[in-house]
């Protein structure tokens, strides 16, 4: 593997192996244009990217456009009911195909009317068929892998891509052990913010507690930062805690000390965070997109068993978004801005024996893996 640290200074680091010994990625890593180049082509376009849950196509001619960074992604359910990821893009002249969202029969370019139908097959186009050799084959999408997991869309420009079950083996079998809801839940509220932080720097906040008695006050009386733990796997990141009480709507401090519930979050490589809170049965999924080197835009999902959240529901949904979110999001824009200051490069983590709140080495972990995926380990 290529080493950019001894080509070229931009890529230096001090990151070692040993999480005692190492020190955080350097400020370059999360200002510099030409990192987040590179990670376009070796993070976003090699590894599995949530897109939203199965329910957004739950009939067969559902469909839903998005995108990874730059790349319009066409996600649509066939009459055979298998859901299947294309490029969104017109193998004719290359117009988008869809937009949006919706229900089709079959997908009819805005430009010249070529038709391709839900699985991807070239339909029909005028005069085509007088063309020399026109191959149809040729004129079908280009397809992009997919996965449901967990009832979650998640796909992969890598056609090499190893599945993602491989790569996060008994993920899905654990999240379902917490939450046996899973297959009612359905999307009950979403926001987005934008954040004026590289993505990393958001995903290096998400990974540690370490800050959490200092920043989040609430937090740690919902959570027991006593036996707070953090687990790395390969791919995947794992912190726990018992649940010190449920979100009332009140979110009295003090109260139902009695209400014993856990708490559960885990980070997937690269940019998909889920939290299991203590209380009623949820999923909180929380999408990191980078917008540029220094702009990242978050999108928080709430998942309940009904539409409309219930009144401790609205509480958690109402902490998160006025409470939880603009704490981090304060945190890391200053970190953002201290990563300019010509008197920072770089930092060291802290880590104890226990693996506990206050340990780092979910962060070494994850600077590891972009580091191997730049080709700069
Ligand atoms: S670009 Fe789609 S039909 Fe011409
Ligand atoms: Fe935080």
Redesign the pocket.
């Known amino acids: 593997m290529r080493s950019m640290a001894s080509q070229n200074t931009k890529w230096a680091h001090r990151y070692q192996e040993d999480v005692e010994r190492s020190y955080t990625l350097p400020n370059t890593y999360y200002t510099n244009p030409e990192v987040l180049a590179e990670e376009r082509e070796a993070i976003f376009f090699k590894n599995w990217i949530c897109v939203g849950h199965q329910e957004k196509v739950a009939k067969p001619g559902d469909y839903f456009t998005t995108l990874i960074l730059d790349q319009n992604i066409l996600i649509a359910k066939g009459k055979d009911d298998v859901i299947r990821a294309f490029y969104n893009v017109?193998p004719?002249?290359?117009?988008e195909?869809a937009s949006g969202e919706g229900n089709k029969a079959i997908f009819s370019?805005p430009?010249?009317?070529?038709t391709f139908q839900l699985d991807g097959k070239f339909n029909n186009?005028r005069a085509v068929r007088q063309m020399k050799d026109f191959n149809e084959q040729e004129a079908c999408l280009r397809p992009v892998k997919l996965e449901v997991f967990f009832n979650f869309l998640f796909i992969n420009l890598d056609p090499q891509a190893v599945p993602l079950r491989q790569m996060m083996p008994g993920l899905e079998e654990e999240i379902r052990g917490r939450v046996p809801e899973l297959d009612r839940l359905t999307l009950a509220h979403r926001t987005s913010y934008t954040i004026k932080a590289n993505w990393k720097n958001v995903v290096d906040n998400y990974l540690e507690c370490h800050h959490c008695v200092i920043a989040h006050p609430q937090l740690v009386e919902l959570v027991d930062m006593s036996n707070y733990r953090v687990e790395t796997f390969d791919y995947h990141i794992k912190q726990t805690g018992t649940g010190k009480q449920r979100l009332g709507c009140e979110l009295a401090v003090g109260e139902g000390k009695d209400a014993v519930e856990t708490y559960a979050s885990y980070w997937l490589w690269p940019t998909l965070a889920l939290d299991i809170m203590p209380g009623e049965p949820g999923l909180i999924m929380m999408y990191m997109i980078p917008d540029g080197p220094e702009q990242t835009i978050e999108h928080l999902e709430f998942y309940y068993l009904q539409k409309e959240p219930t009144e401790e529901g609205w509480a958690n949904i109402e902490y998160q978004d006025k409470i939880l979110t603009p704490e981090d999001i304060e945190l890391v824009e200053s970190v953002q801005r201290g990563l300019h200051s010509r008197g920072y490069v770089d930092g060291r983590y802290v880590v104890d024996q226990l693996r506990s709140s206050i340990s780092e080495h979910g962060v070494h972990h994850f600077h590891g893996l972009v580091l191997k995926a730049l080709g700069a380990l």
């Open positions: 017109c004719h002249r290359g117009h195909l370019c430009y010249h009317a070529w186009g």
